[in-house]
């Protein structure tokens, strides 16, 4: 079983940064894969980014390329999520997620994840 718990969601101006971690309970996080994830209200949840095990191939979603850096410190079992230039659209609860498929491709649908945390609240006023 994975625990994963997210931290460091907050209120922030547009144009503003906030950086999100992931922390994971499992001895052998160097072997999944990460996603973040966002849902607002009313909305599905919708893919944000994705690392694999290595830190070798990385995806984003097309609303925050550009934006957003997704990064991990697997010694440290965190996933981060570096926000910038954030928009009133970005606000959302931010979820993580770890793969425990060994793939290293692209998945960007939630069915494809095995384990969730409980969410952070990231909201950006206008």
């Known amino acids: 079983q994975v625990q994963l718990v997210e931290s460091g969601g907050g209120l922030v101006q547009a144009g503003g940064s906030l950086r999100l971690s992931c922390a994971a309970s499992v001895r052998t996080f160097s072997s999944y894969a990460m996603g973040w994830f966002r849902q607002a209200p009313g909305k599905e949840r919708e893919f944000v980014a994705r690392i694999s095990a290595s830190a070798g191939r990385i995806y984003y979603g097309d609303s925050v390329k550009g934006r957003f850096t997704i990064s991990r410190h697997n010694a440290k079992n965190t996933v981060y999520l570096q926000m910038s230039s954030l928009k009133p659209e970005d606000t959302a609860v931010y979820y993580c997620?770890?793969?425990?498929?060994?793939?290293?491709?692209?998945?960007?649908?939630?069915?494809?994840?095995?384990?969730w945390g409980q969410g952070t609240q990231v909201t950006v006023s206008s």
């Open positions: 997620a770890a793969d425990r498929s060994f793939y290293g491709g692209p998945r960007d649908r939630p069915s494809e994840y095995d384990y």
